[in-house]
Nanobody
């Protein structure tokens, strides 16, 4: 099983980034997918979640209207479009795959929002 995040980097406040998470080794379309983040000295927190079919999404309050989670089950990939980024969005962003029996995590990608 692999979850490989990409797309992180350094961006100025107000800018945008698109994170990708490529999955392999499991039946991607059977798993809800989520993005979490962890800032230095803080607990890991949920950013956004999307159901296995992509029919439903939910977001943490501070991300609503700025972040969009999508998935492509044909490409086994989940995305996180992040707009209007703020310095407080700086964190390591992790991809997660979960169903009733399994829970997988990627290694994370660093997002730094700074001028």
């Amino acid at each position: 099983v692999q979850l490989v995040e990409s797309g992180g980097g350094l961006v100025q406040p107000g800018g945008s980034l698109r994170l990708s998470c490529a999955a392999s080794g499991f039946t991607f379309s059977s798993y809800a997918m989520s993005w979490y983040r962890q800032a230095p000295g803080k607990e890991r927190e949920l950013v956004a979640r999307i159901t296995s079919t992509g029919g439903s999404t939910n977001y943490a309050d501070s991300m609503k209207g700025r972040f969009t989670i999508t998935r492509d089950n044909a490409q086994n990939t989940v995305y996180l479009q992040m707009n209007s980024l703020k310095p407080e969005d700086t964190a390591v962003y992790y991809c997660n795959a979960r169903n009733d029996w399994s829970d997988y995590w990627g290694q994370g990608t660093q997002v730094t929002v700074s001028s």
